[in-house]
C-alpha cells in the first residue's frame, strides 16, 4: 500500500514526463495528517460522510424521479421536462468548479456544511415552484450545491484513508446514493401523483438542520497549499503534462453522465408511459436497478483495489449490452427486474472514479481534481435535450438507446487513462 503522498508521486510519474514528475514534487503540508487520527475517529467523519451522501443523493434524483409530476403539475413538453436537468447539471458543472477550489483553499469541512444547508434549501424551494422558468431557476440554483457536493466529499474521505481500501469506501458512499434513490422510488410509488411536495420536504430539511454538526463529526485537514506556483488550483491540471489527461477525463465522464441520463433520466416516463407500468411496478423496478447498484458497487470498489483502477471498463461494455436487451424484450416485470438489477451492477463500475481522480493529481489538489467527476455535466447538459427531441420524432426507445454507445465510448477512454494502482502498492501491507 502507499500512502497519500506517494500516491501523488505515482499519478503525475504516470503520465510519463518529466513536467509531471516536478508538479508532484512540490511540498505539500497536512497530506498525511488525518491518517494518524485513531481509526474510530476517521470512521465517525465517514459515517457523516454517508448521511451527507443520502441527502445528496435524494435531492438530486427529485429531478428525474419527479419528472412525469413535474411535467404533468406544469404542463410541460417532453423536452421542456428534460431541461430541468440540463438546469441542474449547468448549476452543478459551476458548483464543482468552484466549491471543488474552495474547499482546496478555505477547508474541506467548511465547505461540506454550506453545500449541505445550500442543497437542503434550495430543494425546499422547489415547493414554490409554479411555473416552467421557476422550475430551471431553482434546479440551476440547486446543482450549484450539488455539484460542490462530490469533490467535498471524496476529497474529505481521500485524506481520511490510504489507497488500497479507498475502492470499498467509495463502495459505501456509492450503496448509499442508491439507497437514498430506491427510498425516493418507494416513497414515490406511495404517494403517487398526490402529496409529492412531501418527497421535497422529506429530503431537504434534514441536511439544513444537520449540517453544522459537520463541526463535530469531522476532523478539519490542514490546509494543503503550494509554497509556490499558479494561484488558482484548477490551472494546475492544465499543465502541458496533465493537459491531455485532464481533458480526456472531463470527457469520460460527460460521456458518463450523458448515457447516464438518456437512459435513466427517462426510465420513469418510459416505464409509465410506453411499458404502461402503475406506479407502484416502477417503484420496484427501480428498487431492483439500484439494489443491483448497490451490489455493483462493493463488486467494483474491491476488485479496483484488488486489480486497479482501470478495471471497471469491463462493466461499461456489459452496461451497453443490458440497455439494449431492456428497451427491445417483451413487456415482462420479472425479466425488466433482472436486466435493471444488471444494468445498476455493471453502471456502478465508475464507483472508482472519484479516488481514482484525486489519486491522479498531487495531494494539495485532491477536491480540485475530483471535481473532474462533475465537469462531465457540460456534456451531459445535452442529454435530456437530445434525447427528448428524438423522443418526440421517432419514440422514447430510440432516444434511451443512443445511451449504450455512449457507454462504450466511454469506457474505451477509461482504458486509455493511466493506472495508479500499481503492483507493488498492492502488495504493500498497511492499516485502513
Same mark, same amino acid.
Given at each position: 500500500?502507499?500512502? &497519500?503522498?506517494?500516491?501523488?508521486?505515482?499519478?503525475?510519474?504516470?503520465?510519463?514526463?518529466?513536467?509531471? %514528475?516536478?508538479?508532484?514534487?512540490?511540498?505539500?503540508?497536512?497530506?498525511?495528517?488525518?491518517?494518524?487520527?485513531?481509526?474510530?475517529?476517521?470512521?465517525?467523519?465517514?459515517?457523516?460522510?454517508?448521511?451527507?451522501?443520502?441527502?445528496?443523493?435524494?435531492? *438530486?434524483?427529485?429531478?428525474?424521479?419527479?419528472?412525469? !409530476?413535474?411535467?404533468?403539475?406544469?404542463?410541460?413538453?417532453?423536452?421542456?421536462?428534460?431541461?430541468?436537468?440540463?438546469?441542474?447539471?449547468?448549476?452543478?458543472?459551476?458548483?464543482? #468548479?468552484?466549491?471543488?477550489?474552495?474547499?482546496?483553499?478555505?477547508?474541506?469541512?467548511?465547505?461540506?456544511?454550506?453545500?449541505?444547508?445550500?442543497? $437542503?434549501?434550495?430543494?425546499?424551494?422547489?415547493?414554490?415552484?409554479?411555473?416552467?422558468?421557476?422550475?430551471?431557476?431553482?434546479?440551476?440554483?440547486?446543482?450549484?450545491?450539488?455539484?460542490?457536493?462530490?469533490?467535498?466529499?471524496?476529497?474529505?474521505?481521500?485524506?481520511?484513508?490510504?489507497?488500497?481500501?479507498?475502492?470499498?469506501?467509495? &463502495? %459505501?458512499?456509492?450503496?448509499?446514493?442508491?439507497?437514498?434513490?430506491?427510498?425516493?422510488?418507494? /416513497?414515490?410509488?406511495?404517494?403517487?401523483?398526490?402529496?409529492?411536495?412531501?418527497?421535497? *420536504?422529506?429530503?431537504?430539511?434534514?441536511?439544513?438542520?444537520?449540517?453544522?454538526?459537520?463541526?463535530?463529526?469531522?476532523?478539519?485537514?490542514?490546509?494543503?497549499?503550494?509554497?509556490?506556483?499558479?494561484?488558482?488550483?484548477?490551472?494546475?491540471?492544465?499543465?502541458?503534462?496533465?493537459?491531455?489527461?485532464?481533458?480526456?477525463?472531463?470527457?469520460?465522464?460527460?460521456?458518463?453522465?450523458?448515457?447516464?441520463?438518456?437512459?435513466?433520466?427517462?426510465?420513469?416516463?418510459?416505464?409509465?408511459?410506453?411499458?404502461?407500468?402503475?406506479?407502484?411496478?416502477?417503484?420496484? #423496478? #427501480?428498487?431492483?436497478?439500484?439494489?443491483?447498484?448497490?451490489?455493483?458497487?462493493?463488486? *467494483?470498489?474491491?476488485?479496483?483495489?484488488?486489480?486497479?483502477?482501470? &478495471?471497471?471498463?469491463?462493466?461499461?461494455?456489459?452496461?451497453?449490452?443490458?440497455?439494449?436487451?431492456? !428497451?427491445?424484450?417483451?413487456?415482462?416485470?420479472?425479466?425488466?427486474?433482472?436486466?435493471?438489477?444488471?444494468?445498476?451492477?455493471?453502471?456502478?463500475?465508475?464507483?472508482?472514479?472519484?479516488?481514482?481522480?484525486?489519486?491522479?493529481?498531487?495531494?494539495?489538489?485532491?477536491?480540485? %481534481?475530483?471535481?473532474?467527476?462533475?465537469? $462531465?455535466?457540460?456534456?451531459?447538459?445535452?442529454?435530456?435535450?437530445?434525447?427528448?427531441?428524438? /423522443?418526440?420524432?421517432?419514440?422514447?426507445?430510440?432516444?434511451?438507446?443512443?445511451?449504450?454507445?455512449?457507454?462504450?465510448?466511454?469506457?474505451?477512454?477509461?482504458?486509455?487513462?493511466?493506472?495508479?494502482?500499481?503492483?507493488? &502498492?498492492?502488495?504493500?501491507?498497511?492499516?485502513?
Amino acid at each position: 500500500m502507499i500512502d &497519500s503522498r506517494t500516491a501523488g508521486v505515482a499519478a503525475s510519474a504516470a503520465v510519463q514526463t518529466e513536467d509531471a %514528475a516536478v508538479v508532484s514534487a512540490v511540498p505539500v503540508r497536512g497530506e498525511t495528517s488525518l491518517l494518524r487520527l485513531p481509526q474510530w475517529r476517521r470512521l465517525i467523519a465517514f459515517g457523516f460522510l454517508l448521511l451527507a451522501e443520502f441527502f445528496y443523493s435524494w435531492a *438530486w434524483n427529485t429531478v428525474d424521479v419527479l419528472r412525469p !409530476l413535474l411535467r404533468s403539475s406544469l404542463g410541460l413538453t417532453l423536452t421542456q421536462a428534460g431541461s430541468a436537468y440540463s438546469a441542474q447539471s449547468a448549476g452543478a458543472l459551476i458548483g464543482a #468548479l468552484s466549491i471543488g477550489q474552495l474547499a482546496d483553499r478555505l477547508g474541506k469541512r467548511n465547505m461540506l456544511v454550506v453545500v449541505m444547508a445550500g442543497y $437542503g434549501l434550495m430543494l425546499l424551494a422547489g415547493t414554490l415552484v409554479s411555473t416552467y422558468t421557476g422550475l430551471l431557476l431553482q434546479r440551476f440554483v440547486l446543482g450549484l450545491f450539488l455539484g460542490g457536493s462530490f469533490p467535498v466529499v471524496v476529497g474529505t474521505y481521500v485524506d481520511l484513508f490510504r489507497p488500497a481500501v479507498r475502492g470499498k469506501l467509495a &463502495s %459505501a458512499i456509492n450503496a448509499t446514493f442508491s439507497l437514498a434513490v430506491i427510498t425516493l422510488g418507494f /416513497a414515490f410509488g406511495h404517494l403517487g401523483k398526490h402529496g409529492w411536495h412531501t418527497l421535497l *420536504w422529506a429530503g431537504g430539511l434534514p441536511p439544513v438542520l444537520l449540517a453544522g454538526l459537520a463541526y463535530l463529526a469531522v476532523p478539519q485537514s490542514e490546509r494543503a497549499v503550494r509554497s509556490a506556483g499558479t494561484k488558482l488550483p484548477i490551472a494546475e491540471l492544465f499543465t502541458p503534462a496533465l493537459r491531455r489527461q485532464t481533458f480526456l477525463l472531463a470527457i469520460m465522464t460527460g460521456l458518463n453522465f450523458f448515457a447516464y441520463q438518456a437512459f435513466s433520466g427517462w426510465v420513469t416516463t418510459y416505464l409509465l408511459t410506453v411499458r404502461h407500468l402503475t406506479a407502484a411496478g416502477v417503484a420496484h #423496478l #427501480l428498487a431492483a436497478q439500484f439494489t443491483g447498484n448497490i451490489l455493483g458497487g462493493f463488486f *467494483w470498489g474491491t476488485v479496483s483495489d484488488r486489480f486497479g483502477r482501470r &478495471s471497471g471498463a469491463v462493466g461499461f461494455f456489459i452496461t451497453a449490452v443490458a440497455i439494449i436487451a431492456y !428497451l427491445t424484450i417483451p413487456t415482462n416485470q420479472g425479466l425488466l427486474s433482472m436486466l435493471g438489477g444488471l444494468y445498476g451492477f455493471t453502471l456502478s463500475a465508475s464507483v472508482i472514479w472519484g479516488p481514482w481522480l484525486a489519486e491522479l493529481y498531487p495531494p494539495h489538489l485532491k477536491s480540485t %481534481a475530483s471535481s473532474i467527476f462533475n465537469w $462531465g455535466r457540460l456534456v451531459s447538459f445535452f442529454s435530456p435535450l437530445i434525447t427528448g427531441m428524438l /423522443a418526440e420524432h421517432f419514440g422514447l426507445q430510440v432516444g434511451m438507446l443512443v445511451s449504450s454507445i455512449v457507454f462504450v465510448v466511454a469506457a474505451c477512454i477509461w482504458l486509455s487513462l493511466p493506472e495508479t494502482l500499481t503492483d507493488r &502498492s498492492a502488495k504493500i501491507e498497511v492499516n485502513p
